[in-house]
């Protein structure tokens, strides 16, 4: 049996380098899964966070 782990959107937050604020429009969105934890506890799986991450293409030129 797999355990899922979880996170606040405050780890998410640092541990992907993105805002708390762009995770909310993103859960908004229906990009991102959410799950609420007693009152207004916000939790994410940890891989739907890793998931929502793209791996950059290497030798691609933004700008």
Do not use: C, H, N, W
């Amino acid at each position: 049996m797999t355990t899922q782990q979880y996170e606040s959107l405050a780890q998410a937050a640092q541990r992907t380098g993105l805002s708390t604020r762009t995770l909310r429009r993103r859960i908004a969105a229906g990009l991102l899964p959410a799950f609420v934890s007693g009152r207004l506890t916000i939790r994410l799986k940890v891989e739907d966070v890793d998931r929502m991450m793209k791996p950059v293409i290497q030798g691609l030129m933004v700008g």
